[in-house]
């Protein structure tokens, strides 16, 4: 049995296993280098819509209303009027700066260096686990899509009861921690699933790009959440020992 394991467990974490794109044809490869391209741009955009909001004070509800407004016209527009998508996509994320604005404005006012970290932090995450999705046989997570639904599902209600019976901090942290699960998850899921309709000759890099972005938010803002916590706790107990 042990010789089992480590026979299976040689052959899954060998240098060549690293290597092996073969499952990924060169044209999907190709499209994976576009969707990753555009992410990259609209994160540049999003991090536009932050300083906005820092110079201007403009993200709020407004500009969650106006990012979800761009998403919505984005996936209505046909697939050939490129130019137009893109640039809605990069208005989307822009608007999605500003309305993590004032979460960023904070984390500059706190401890500037728990803004990098959380974001070096979610970009290693993603890097991992979309690499993961990339060197696992196809279709061997999209199973958990329908997991990830339900906890999505489970994380509405649990605004939703929070909104209006009232929250503990415990709550509210059990909500961050539990949604950060999700979209780490989703990570996976929305790679398999790209490379998969890529193969099938979905090659709507624009529309992958948009998926791939929020979750990278998604994670993102979970990860600042938590180390702010953390930033404050540490900082209250050194206060107690000074005094």
């Not at 480590?6 to 190709?30: A, C, G, H, M």
């Not at 996936?75 to 608007?95: G, H, N």
């Amino acid at each position: 049995m042990e010789a089992f394991f480590e026979s299976r467990s040689r052959r899954n974490w060998s240098y060549d296993t690293l290597k092996n794109f073969r499952q990924i044809s060169p044209v999907v490869q190709s499209h994976l280098k576009r969707v990753y391209l555009t992410l990259c741009c609209a994160l540049v955009a999003s991090a536009f819509g932050a300083y906005l909001h820092i110079l201007w004070n403009i993200g709020g509800y407004l500009t969650s209303f106006a990012c979800f407004g761009t998403m919505i016209w984005l996936l209505s527009i046909p697939p050939y009027q490129e130019q137009k998508r893109v640039s809605l996509l990069m208005a989307s994320a822009v608007f999605e700066g500003a309305s993590v604005g004032p979460l960023i404005d904070l984390a500059i006012q706190i401890d500037p260096s728990v803004l990098v970290a959380a974001f070096v932090g979610t970009a290693i995450a993603f890097a991992c686990f979309s690499g993961a999705a990339m060197l696992a046989k196809r279709r061997e997570y999209l199973y958990l899509g329908g997991l990830l639904s339900s906890g999505v599902s489970m994380l509405l209600w649990l605004h939703f009861a929070s909104s209006i019976f009232g929250g503990s901090a415990a709550f509210f942290m059990f909500e961050i921690y539990f949604g950060l699960l999700v979209f780490v998850g989703y990570m996976v899921v929305d790679t398999q699933d790209i490379i998969e309709k890529a193969h099938l000759g979905d090659l709507d890099y624009v529309k992958h790009t948009l998926t791939l972005f929020t979750d990278f938010v998604a994670v993102f803002v979970r990860i600042l959440i938590i180390m702010l916590k953390n930033s404050a706790e540490k900082s209250e107990k050194k206060k107690k020992r000074r005094d």
